[in-house]
Structures are given as structure tokens and as C-alpha cells.
């Protein structure tokens, strides 16, 4: 199997796939059904994980203040719905011509519950919503950040993934051991809204890794008006805070202390930061006020652009 890994990696590669991961199915034991990716292919050996980057210029025009409408599509919709779905296709065929199954799987909020009944006694009920951020760290590709954004030791968070299981036998990827995020809080700092305690943590642990994160209060984060979005598939789900100020932050402190291989040539942060609110705004949770500036999605988190 290891002559199919390669080929596997090096089609990925000359698709465009910036980063692609394997775990075998051993790692995703004790994950419950309704968020483990082998409840969809029992018969599954292992998972791939496939990143495209988020590209840093992608983020400017939020990092400016002038234009937010852009990001959401570069950065994050076509990002998903096109440029790596259709990655994510091609790899699926791929694999298929080769004479195993492979089954996509788009990144579907995990903490979205079931939307139907089972169909038989010991499944769970559809649909199933794997945790992608636990995939992210078993394929050896991420940590998890104190900001609790997986972070890759290459583009930081300026990533998204999507995912195959597949029934070739391959070999895992290592486990990521060296620290991306420092754990310096300075993304609690950089939230105006306070929604990140610097004190009040909780563990979460992943195939024998610990990580320590942040409580974060989510239904602050609703109402960030400095780069976070509403989920565009549930307004109950947690939002996307790639673009927030708080993870632009990060991104900065991790340019700063060079920790990061994909480099460039001129720091992000050029000008004085911009943000609105403090610690003390008064959570407004109603559906009528959108959450970013713009006017590019409604706070219902209704998909499209």
C-alpha cells in the first residue's frame, strides 16, 4: 500500500492540494457514531484529510477594514464549495480507478444534530457530521490553538479541509509534534468583546495529545462585527472566526516568531488595528442584526453570498 499513498500524494499535489493526511481507523476509536467518519463507511480503513490554503491576501481588505465581501468568497464559499470540492472530487475518482472506494465528505458543522431517524437498530440516525478539527490533528496535519482553531505548521489556520475514508489500508501520517501555538493569550487581548478568558481553560485530547484551550463564550462571538461570520449553514453553530480579529492576531504573533514555513516577504499587519466594541457590549442575539460589516451574510447564517 505504500506505492498507493505515494500516488495518492502525488496526484493530490499536482491538483493543487496543499496538505493531505492519513490516519487508520484505530484513531478515531471512541468517537461517538454520530460524529465518527467510519459510522458513514463502516468498511473503512483510513481517513485522508486534504487542505487548500486560505490565502493571506484573501484576508487583507478585512485586516484593512475595506472590504469584507471578498474573503467569503476566495477564503471561505468557493474555497469550499468549488476550488477544494472539486479537489477533493478529482482524488475521489482517483482513488476509485485504482480499485478501492473512497467517500468525500464535506465539512458540515459537527455540532449540527441528527436531522432524521435510523434507518435500522445500532446505526446512528443520519446525517452523520464528522468532527473535522479531530481529523485535522489524527492525520497529523494540526493542533488545536488556545483560540480552539486547528492550526497547521505551515499556514497557521489559513486552511480548510475536506475529507475521504476509504478502504485502503494506509499508513497513518506522524502525529504533529511540534507547538504551533504558543499559548500566549494573545488572542484573548485582541478580542474586543472579551468573548476569550485568559484564565478559564478546558482540555481537549486527540489521539493521546492534550491541548489546552480557552473557554470561549460562542454567543458573544455571534455578535463580532470584526471579522467573525455567522456559520452559513446554522446560526446555532459556532461561527467562523478565521477572519476575527482575534485570530488575524495569531496570525501576526505567528509571523512574528517565524513559526510558520509558509513565509513572506512583508508582515500582515501594516497599519493600526481597527475594532469595534469592548468587553462590556451588551450581546445583541437577534436575527435581524447581521454579524459582520458589509452586508455579506444575514446573522440567520443563510448560505450563499
Request: with cysteine; hydrophobic share 35%; net charge negative.
Amino acid at each position: 500500500m505504500d506505492n498507493l499513498k505515494q500516488k495518492i500524494i502525488e496526484f493530490a499535489k499536482k491538483d493543487g492540494i496543499d496538505l493531505i493526511g492519513f490516519a487508520e481507523k484505530a484513531r478515531f476509536d471512541g468517537i461517538e457514531p454520530q460524529h465518527n467518519p467510519f459510522a458513514i463507511f463502516p468498511e473503512g480503513k483510513t481517513v485522508i484529510m486534504l487542505g487548500k490554503r486560505i490565502c493571506r491576501g484573501s484576508l487583507r481588505g478585512i485586516e484593512e477594514g475595506t472590504n469584507f465581501g471578498d474573503y467569503q468568497l476566495f477564503g471561505k464559499n468557493w474555497l469550499e464549495d468549488e476550488f477544494l470540492a472539486l479537489s477533493a472530487y478529482n482524488l475521489t475518482n482517483f482513488i476509485e480507478s485504482t480499485g478501492w472506494e473512497a467517500v468525500p465528505v464535506f465539512p458540515n458543522p459537527s455540532d449540527l444534530g441528527p436531522s432524521g431517524v435510523a434507518v435500522r437498530e445500532g446505526v446512528p440516525a443520519p446525517n452523520v457530521y464528522p468532527d473535522f478539527d479531530y481529523a485535522a490533528v489524527a492525520c497529523g496535519l494540526c493542533q488545536i490553538s488556545y483560540n480552539r482553531i486547528v492550526f497547521s505548521k505551515e499556514f497557521g489556520s489559513r486552511q480548510r479541509f475536506h475529507m475521504i475514508i476509504t478502504d485502503a489500508e494506509l499508513e497513518s501520517t506522524p502525529l504533529l509534534e511540534e507547538s504551533v501555538c504558543s499559548g500566549c493569550r494573545g488572542c484573548a487581548d485582541a478580542c474586543p468583546l472579551g468573548a476569550i478568558s485568559k484564565t478559564e481553560t478546558e482540555e481537549i485530547t486527540i489521539c493521546g495529545k492534550t491541548f489546552t484551550v480557552g473557554k470561549i463564550n460562542y454567543e458573544i462571538c455571534k455578535t463580532c462585527q470584526n471579522g467573525a461570520v455567522a456559520n452559513r449553514f446554522s446560526a446555532n453553530s459556532v461561527p467562523d472566526r478565521i477572519a476575527a480579529l482575534c485570530n488575524r492576531s495569531c496570525m501576526c504573533s505567528l509571523e512574528q516568531r517565524d513559526a510558520l514555513s509558509n513565509r513572506f516577504e512583508n508582515p500582515f499587519r501594516t497599519s493600526q488595528v481597527w475594532s469595534i466594541g469592548n468587553a462590556t457590549y451588551s450581546a445583541d442575539t437577534s436575527s435581524e442584526k447581521a454579524n459582520v460589516l458589509g452586508g455579506v451574510f444575514s446573522k440567520s447564517g443563510n448560505r450563499g453570498h
